[in-house]
């Protein structure tokens, strides 16, 4: 159904009269922004010569004629002095922009092609989709990515509570039907899905325009609405994983003002985002909610690793060899047997078992509570820093984070820091209990209630003591292969280094508490 009613003059070549009205439905991907739309000319300038060329290619395969058809004319006149005359056939425009991209030459040649000649009437919203999700694969860091966990609410059945660890299940024309259902009809949304060349996930591109319009003539005439009110959003899902992520918005507008959440902004138009996200995974007596997880990251390739369907989320840092199933660094044993003749930490120090001459080398024996600095060479430090990182950490693997911030919230110690010789190199074991040094096995239930109490005691006690607001952030493009770096270095104690500097738990940002990390938004 058209939403606009017109009349065109011939004679003249105008649209004198035209009539709009608002309608709920989304904005068709088929509609056309002309070639000197600013929207147009920002999103084509800023990808390279050869991503332009892959990009005028792919609009003219047979697949996406419909919606990216060209500019063609079989019979040309050649005394019109086209500086680009059109093309007569789609085979001909191939051949064309496959000899641009053996010859050498300028963006602005390829831009001006494509904007004034072949594609001169106008850039349709899905060929515009198809330059951002360009842009994206070539700049994988051009966004900044959160993961958020999809969770069964409170509101569902009985019987599906009992199935909460379940992927919900993602049909995605179901998913974008329900979506369009939630946004209000002053709102025009444009989806645009493709599938990742590289990860095993979908991107969901949303473009968000605060107008009741639908139609080509209100987007030309109202040119600074479109570009102050419209925003880009991505939504990625990764395959059979209860986790979506999302773009933030720090990287999708320049507006002053985000901390206020107005009509029209970037954080308004956000919040009608992640709102309609549950409710369009919801079905009737199956109701989800979305939770912010403790993991953000410009990387595409980290948040698979660490919130993906693969082994690695729950075995990040070191723990990932074991994670493995296939290949050299898959470990067959299991880290916690006590009886293992050869552990991944002796693997580490060279420690080997020579069956041709039947001799087997002494075993180091590993201790948590002792561990001794036993030279400050370059070998030590490479090999402490590869019991603590294991393969993960490297600076080209493309995993990384870009910011990594913790909030220390423990009690000051009370003991004066110059009456105590620290000794960070070895750990001294305060003396047992009578009764817990005679005991034997398990503890029985009645001390486990006692030490608990004892534990509840403390932290009571610790309340009321002084703590400071202690904030830790590092940033750069690989924080923990920076980390990693400064331990081989020395500069960073590797042995008594805490867990998260490692990234074995997955989290960028978090606040510790008596020696743990927990969720930011708990304090």
């Not at 750069?476 to 490692?502: F, N, Y």
Request: proline letters at 6%; glycine letters at 6%; one cysteine or more.
């Amino acid at each position: 159904m058209s939403d606009k009613v017109s009349k065109f003059n011939p004679m003249t070549e105008s649209l004198h009269e035209s009539l709009s009205y608002g309608t709920p439905l989304p904005l068709p991907p088929s509609t056309l922004l002309p070639t000197s739309h600013p929207t147009v000319t920002r999103t084509l300038t800023r990808l390279t010569r050869s991503a332009l060329l892959s990009l005028a290619l792919d609009w003219l395969s047979d697949v996406n004629q419909p919606l990216t058809a060209p500019y063609l004319l079989p019979q040309y006149d050649i005394e019109t002095n086209d500086i680009f005359p059109p093309a007569s056939s789609l085979d001909q425009l191939r051949v064309i922009y496959n000899g641009l991209e053996r010859r050498m030459g300028t963006k602005k040649d390829v831009l001006d092609r494509i904007l004034e000649g072949d594609w001169r009437f106008g850039i349709s919203l899905y060929a515009l989709a198809m330059a951002d999700m360009q842009f994206l694969n070539t700049h994988p860091s051009s966004q900044k990515w959160q993961a958020w966990e999809i969770t069964l609410s409170s509101s569902s059945s009985p019987v599906q509570q009992s199935f909460e660890s379940r992927v919900p299940r993602f049909h995605p024309p179901t998913f974008l039907r329900n979506m369009q259902l939630e946004f209000l009809p002053d709102i025009k949304v444009h989806f645009n899905i493709d599938r990742h060349d590289k990860l095993p996930l979908l991107i969901l591109r949303v473009l968000v325009l605060e107008s009741p319009y639908s139609t080509s003539f209100s987007l030309i005439h109202n040119v600074v609405r479109f570009s102050n009110s419209s925003r880009v959003f991505y939504i990625a899902f990764p395959d059979y994983s209860p986790y979506v992520f999302i773009s933030s918005t720090n990287t999708l507008s320049v507006d002053p003002l985000l901390s206020k959440k107005k009509v029209g902004s970037s954080r308004y138009l956000r919040e009608l985002v992640l709102e309609a996200i549950p409710k369009a995974y919801s079905k009737p007596g199956e109701r989800y909610s979305i939770q912010r997880t403790m993991l953000s990251a410009r990387s595409l390739e980290a948040l698979v690793e660490h919130r993906g369907n693969g082994r690695t989320n729950a075995a990040s840092g070191v723990w990932s060899s074991y994670a493995e199933t296939n290949g050299s660094e898959a470990k067959r044993d299991n880290p916690l047997n006590s009886s293992l003749t050869t552990s991944y930490f002796q693997e580490c120090d060279g420690f080997t078992t020579n069956e041709t001459s039947g001799t087997t080398r002494k075993v180091a024996k590993l201790t948590t509570s002792n561990i001794k600095r036993k030279s400050e060479s370059n070998d030590f430090k490479m090999s402490l820093a590869q019991k603590r990182f294991g393969g993960s950490a490297i600076p080209t693997d493309g995993k990384g984070i870009n910011r990594l911030f913790v909030k220390i919230v423990d009690p000051f110690p009370r003991t004066s820091i110059n009456t105590v010789h620290f000794n960070y190199h070895q750990t001294t074991r305060l003396p047992e209990k009578p009764h817990e040094r005679n005991s034997i096995g398990k503890r029985s239930l009645t001390q486990l209630k006692n030490k608990r109490n004892q534990t509840k005691g403390s932290e009571q006690a610790q309340s009321k003591s002084w703590r400071p607001e202690i904030s830790i952030s590092f940033s750069g493009s690989h924080v923990i292969a920076g980390i990693r770096e400064l331990v081989e270095c020395g500069i960073i104690d590797g042995a008594l280094m805490p867990g998260w500097m490692t990234g074995e738990q997955g989290i960028s940002e978090g606040i510790i508490r008596n020696g743990r990390i927990y969720n930011l938004e708990m304090n």
